[in-house]
T-cell receptor, first 111, second 116 residues
Framework: QKEVEQNSGPLSVPEGAIASLNCTYS??????FFWYRQYSGKSPELIMFIYSNGDKEDGRFTAQLNKASQYVSLLIRDSQPSDSATYLCADGNTGGFKTIFGAGTRLFVKA | DGGITQSPKYLFRKEGQNVTLSCEQN?????MYWYRQDPGQGLRLIYY???????QKGDIAEGYSVSREKKESFPLTVTSAQKNPTAFYLCASSIGVDRVGGGELFFGEGSRLTVL
Protein backbone atom coordinates (compact mmCIF):
# COMPACT_ATOMS: atom_id res chain seq x y z
CA GLN A 1 0.00 0.00 0.00
CA LYS A 2 1.52 3.28 -1.11
CA GLU A 3 1.69 5.97 1.55
CA VAL A 4 2.41 9.67 1.71
CA GLU A 5 3.37 11.12 5.08
CA GLN A 6 3.09 14.74 6.12
CA ASN A 7 3.45 16.54 9.42
CA SER A 8 -0.05 17.74 10.27
CA GLY A 9 1.20 20.97 11.86
CA PRO A 10 0.09 23.58 12.38
CA LEU A 11 3.16 25.29 10.98
CA SER A 12 3.19 28.91 12.02
CA VAL A 13 5.41 31.48 10.29
CA PRO A 14 5.47 35.28 10.37
CA GLU A 15 4.43 37.27 7.34
CA GLY A 16 7.32 37.63 4.88
CA ALA A 17 9.14 34.51 6.07
CA ILE A 18 9.79 31.30 4.14
CA ALA A 19 7.41 28.45 4.89
CA SER A 20 8.82 24.96 4.36
CA LEU A 21 6.42 22.05 3.96
CA ASN A 22 7.65 18.50 3.66
CA CYS A 23 6.40 15.05 2.76
CA THR A 24 7.83 11.59 2.30
CA TYR A 25 6.49 8.81 0.12
CA SER A 26 6.77 5.06 0.27
CA UNK A 27 6.78 3.94 -3.37
CA UNK A 28 10.31 4.14 -4.77
CA UNK A 29 8.88 3.86 -8.29
CA UNK A 30 6.70 6.97 -7.97
CA UNK A 31 7.45 9.69 -10.48
CA UNK A 32 4.92 12.53 -10.25
CA PHE A 33 4.05 14.60 -7.24
CA PHE A 34 1.52 17.32 -6.71
CA TRP A 35 0.99 20.01 -4.11
CA TYR A 36 -2.60 21.12 -3.57
CA ARG A 37 -3.73 24.01 -1.41
CA GLN A 38 -7.02 23.67 0.46
CA TYR A 39 -8.63 26.57 2.26
CA SER A 40 -10.90 25.68 5.16
CA GLY A 41 -14.22 24.35 3.91
CA LYS A 42 -13.14 24.53 0.28
CA SER A 43 -11.89 22.05 -2.29
CA PRO A 44 -8.20 21.51 -3.12
CA GLU A 45 -6.55 23.42 -5.93
CA LEU A 46 -3.29 22.53 -7.63
CA ILE A 47 -0.38 24.85 -6.98
CA MET A 48 2.66 22.83 -8.05
CA PHE A 49 3.56 19.67 -9.92
CA ILE A 50 7.03 18.09 -10.06
CA TYR A 51 8.41 14.90 -11.59
CA SER A 52 12.15 15.54 -11.98
CA ASN A 53 14.75 15.49 -9.28
CA GLY A 54 15.71 18.95 -8.17
CA ASP A 55 13.81 22.18 -7.88
CA LYS A 56 10.88 23.67 -9.78
CA GLU A 57 9.99 27.29 -9.24
CA ASP A 58 6.72 29.12 -9.93
CA GLY A 59 6.46 32.61 -8.53
CA ARG A 60 6.77 32.45 -4.75
CA PHE A 61 6.53 28.67 -4.76
CA THR A 62 9.39 26.18 -5.14
CA ALA A 63 8.86 22.43 -5.19
CA GLN A 64 11.78 20.14 -4.47
CA LEU A 65 12.01 16.43 -5.23
CA ASN A 66 14.67 14.04 -3.97
CA LYS A 67 13.93 10.57 -5.31
CA ALA A 68 16.88 8.96 -3.53
CA SER A 69 15.49 10.08 -0.18
CA GLN A 70 11.84 9.75 -1.30
CA TYR A 71 11.23 13.27 -0.14
CA VAL A 72 9.17 16.13 -1.58
CA SER A 73 9.03 19.65 -0.24
CA LEU A 74 7.28 22.93 -0.96
CA LEU A 75 8.83 26.27 -0.11
CA ILE A 76 6.71 29.41 0.02
CA ARG A 77 8.75 32.61 -0.04
CA ASP A 78 7.48 35.92 1.29
CA SER A 79 4.60 34.15 3.02
CA GLN A 80 1.33 36.07 3.17
CA PRO A 81 -1.67 35.65 5.47
CA SER A 82 -3.58 34.53 2.36
CA ASP A 83 -1.26 31.52 2.20
CA SER A 84 -2.83 30.22 5.42
CA ALA A 85 -4.37 26.91 4.36
CA THR A 86 -3.82 23.18 4.43
CA TYR A 87 -1.29 21.91 1.91
CA LEU A 88 -1.79 18.40 0.57
CA CYS A 89 1.08 16.42 -0.92
CA ALA A 90 0.02 13.80 -3.46
CA ASP A 91 1.71 10.90 -5.20
CA GLY A 92 0.14 10.92 -8.64
CA ASN A 93 2.25 8.27 -10.27
CA THR A 94 -0.59 6.52 -12.05
CA GLY A 95 -1.88 9.34 -14.18
CA GLY A 96 -4.51 10.38 -11.71
CA PHE A 97 -5.91 6.95 -11.04
CA LYS A 98 -5.64 6.17 -7.37
CA THR A 99 -3.63 9.24 -6.51
CA ILE A 100 -2.45 8.91 -2.92
CA PHE A 101 -2.80 11.97 -0.71
CA GLY A 102 -1.04 12.84 2.50
CA ALA A 103 -3.16 14.05 5.41
CA GLY A 104 -1.99 17.62 4.79
CA THR A 105 -0.04 20.24 6.72
CA ARG A 106 -1.87 23.24 8.13
CA LEU A 107 0.02 26.48 7.56
CA PHE A 108 -0.70 29.64 9.49
CA VAL A 109 0.93 32.89 8.40
CA LYS A 110 0.82 35.54 11.10
CA ALA A 111 0.39 39.16 10.00
CA ASP B 1 -16.08 28.55 -17.98
CA GLY B 2 -15.08 24.92 -17.78
CA GLY B 3 -15.29 23.20 -14.49
CA ILE B 4 -16.90 20.67 -12.21
CA THR B 5 -20.25 21.24 -10.59
CA GLN B 6 -21.32 19.35 -7.50
CA SER B 7 -24.73 19.48 -5.93
CA PRO B 8 -26.04 19.87 -3.38
CA LYS B 9 -23.41 21.74 -1.38
CA TYR B 10 -25.03 20.77 1.90
CA LEU B 11 -27.21 17.75 2.55
CA PHE B 12 -28.82 16.34 5.66
CA ARG B 13 -29.91 12.74 5.80
CA LYS B 14 -31.69 10.60 8.28
CA GLU B 15 -30.19 7.27 9.16
CA GLY B 16 -31.34 4.55 6.81
CA GLN B 17 -31.85 6.81 3.84
CA ASN B 18 -29.96 6.65 0.56
CA VAL B 19 -28.78 9.93 -0.92
CA THR B 20 -27.29 10.76 -4.31
CA LEU B 21 -24.65 13.42 -4.87
CA SER B 22 -24.43 14.92 -8.33
CA CYS B 23 -21.20 15.64 -10.22
CA GLU B 24 -21.09 17.15 -13.70
CA GLN B 25 -18.00 18.27 -15.64
CA ASN B 26 -17.60 20.17 -18.90
CA UNK B 27 -13.82 19.82 -19.15
CA UNK B 28 -14.09 16.92 -21.60
CA UNK B 29 -12.07 14.80 -19.17
CA UNK B 30 -12.19 11.04 -19.49
CA UNK B 31 -11.48 10.22 -15.85
CA MET B 32 -13.64 11.09 -12.87
CA TYR B 33 -13.29 10.38 -9.17
CA TRP B 34 -15.06 10.54 -5.86
CA TYR B 35 -13.12 11.26 -2.70
CA ARG B 36 -14.17 11.46 0.92
CA GLN B 37 -12.51 13.80 3.40
CA ASP B 38 -12.94 13.62 7.15
CA PRO B 39 -11.76 16.37 9.51
CA GLY B 40 -7.97 16.48 9.82
CA GLN B 41 -7.52 13.75 7.28
CA GLY B 42 -6.45 13.52 3.69
CA LEU B 43 -8.58 12.47 0.76
CA ARG B 44 -9.61 8.87 0.47
CA LEU B 45 -10.70 7.43 -2.88
CA ILE B 46 -14.20 5.95 -3.04
CA TYR B 47 -14.63 5.17 -6.74
CA TYR B 48 -13.08 6.21 -10.02
CA UNK B 49 -14.00 5.89 -13.66
CA UNK B 50 -11.64 6.00 -16.61
CA UNK B 51 -14.25 5.78 -19.36
CA UNK B 52 -18.00 5.78 -19.81
CA UNK B 53 -19.79 2.67 -18.55
CA UNK B 54 -16.79 1.56 -16.54
CA UNK B 55 -15.77 2.29 -12.95
CA GLN B 56 -13.51 0.82 -10.31
CA LYS B 57 -13.62 0.62 -6.54
CA GLY B 58 -11.24 2.75 -4.59
CA ASP B 59 -10.00 2.19 -1.07
CA ILE B 60 -13.29 2.79 0.74
CA ALA B 61 -16.07 1.74 -1.67
CA GLU B 62 -18.21 -0.17 0.81
CA GLY B 63 -21.60 1.48 1.28
CA TYR B 64 -21.32 3.57 -1.88
CA SER B 65 -22.37 3.13 -5.50
CA VAL B 66 -21.73 5.05 -8.70
CA SER B 67 -22.70 5.10 -12.36
CA ARG B 68 -21.05 6.53 -15.46
CA GLU B 69 -23.63 6.61 -18.21
CA LYS B 70 -22.35 9.84 -19.71
CA LYS B 71 -18.85 11.25 -19.99
CA GLU B 72 -19.93 14.42 -18.21
CA SER B 73 -21.66 12.84 -15.24
CA PHE B 74 -20.54 10.66 -12.33
CA PRO B 75 -23.16 10.58 -9.54
CA LEU B 76 -22.40 9.00 -6.16
CA THR B 77 -25.05 7.28 -4.05
CA VAL B 78 -24.40 6.98 -0.34
CA THR B 79 -26.43 4.00 0.76
CA SER B 80 -27.78 3.09 4.16
CA ALA B 81 -25.05 0.46 4.33
CA GLN B 82 -22.44 3.17 4.81
CA LYS B 83 -22.02 3.17 8.59
CA ASN B 84 -20.45 6.59 9.04
CA PRO B 85 -21.42 8.75 6.06
CA THR B 86 -21.03 12.19 7.60
CA ALA B 87 -18.15 13.73 5.64
CA PHE B 88 -17.09 16.16 2.94
CA TYR B 89 -17.37 14.56 -0.49
CA LEU B 90 -15.26 15.76 -3.38
CA CYS B 91 -15.71 14.95 -7.04
CA ALA B 92 -12.72 15.37 -9.33
CA SER B 93 -11.70 14.79 -12.92
CA SER B 94 -8.48 14.42 -14.86
CA ILE B 95 -7.46 14.14 -18.47
CA GLY B 96 -7.03 10.43 -17.85
CA VAL B 97 -3.88 9.95 -19.86
CA ASP B 98 -1.47 7.70 -18.01
CA ARG B 99 1.67 9.77 -18.46
CA VAL B 100 3.92 11.84 -16.29
CA GLY B 101 1.95 14.92 -15.36
CA GLY B 102 -1.34 13.50 -16.54
CA GLY B 103 -2.51 13.11 -13.00
CA GLU B 104 -3.59 16.65 -12.22
CA LEU B 105 -6.96 16.54 -10.50
CA PHE B 106 -9.59 19.24 -10.93
CA PHE B 107 -12.04 19.37 -8.05
CA GLY B 108 -15.62 20.44 -7.65
CA GLU B 109 -16.62 22.59 -4.68
CA GLY B 110 -17.64 19.61 -2.61
CA SER B 111 -20.79 18.33 -0.95
CA ARG B 112 -21.05 18.23 2.82
CA LEU B 113 -23.26 15.40 4.04
CA THR B 114 -24.50 15.25 7.59
CA VAL B 115 -26.43 12.31 8.97
CA LEU B 116 -28.89 13.27 11.67
Amino acid sequence: QKEVEQNSGPLSVPEGAIASLNCTYSDRGSQSFFWYRQYSGKSPELIMFIYSNGDKEDGRFTAQLNKASQYVSLLIRDSQPSDSATYLCADGNTGGFKTIFGAGTRLFVKA
Amino acid sequence: DGGITQSPKYLFRKEGQNVTLSCEQNLNHDAMYWYRQDPGQGLRLIYYSQIVNDFQKGDIAEGYSVSREKKESFPLTVTSAQKNPTAFYLCASSIGVDRVGGGELFFGEGSRLTVL
